[in-house]
């Protein structure tokens, strides 16, 4: 299961909610009609969107069944999951962060800098964190440093320029 949202508060009286989106294609993954995997402290359920709008960049959501404010602050603080084969075919080159967490990273000389822990910042300007605390590496995740993307294989191949490494260590 993939998480592609989480549900920030009620809004309005009618059950509805604003979710924060952790997916770059919010309008058809919050369509209405598809189906969502809720977590919350009660366990877990699917919901059916009854219907969907943008507000202020979030989506505002109306479930199925969900038609009091009441009904909705149960949701808040919800993941919203998705299973992995629903996922949208991404293009060449481009991956989803969720895949490149776990994922190996070597330098090209073949020094192993550890498994990549998350991946921080958007589109624009992403990079692989390695490791925690005094420990972490920041790799960006530009084409010229992250020489070799092998999902599959679990395995990162990077090029860091001189000092990128060393910038990242303690002291």
Do not use: K, W
């Not at 009854?50 to 603080?77: K, N, Y």
């Amino acid at each position: 299961m993939v998480l592609v949202g989480h549900v920030a508060r009620p809004h309005g009286r009618f059950g509805r909610v604003l979710v924060n989106a952790a997916t770059d294609f919010p309008q058809a993954r919050f369509a209405p009609g598809s189906t969502l995997h809720v977590r919350r402290s009660g366990g877990e359920e699917r919901l059916t969107i009854a219907g969907m709008q943008m507000h202020l960049g979030r989506p505002l959501v109306a479930f199925e069944g969900v038609t009091t404010i009441d009904e909705a602050e149960t949701l808040s603080g919800a993941e919203l999951r998705v299973p992995e084969a629903e996922l949208a075919p991404l293009r060449e080159g481009s991956y989803y962060e969720h895949a490149l967490v776990g994922c190996e990273v070597v330098t090209t000389t073949g020094r192993a800098l550890g498994p990549v822990r998350t991946v921080e910042g958007g589109a624009s300007g992403a990079r692989l964190i390695i490791g925690e605390g005094r420990d972490e590496i920041q790799i960006p995740l530009a084409h010229e440093i992250c020489v070799t993307i092998d999902v599959a294989r679990r395995r990162i191949v990077v090029d860091p320029p001189e000092g990128l490494i060393e910038l990242n260590a303690p002291g």
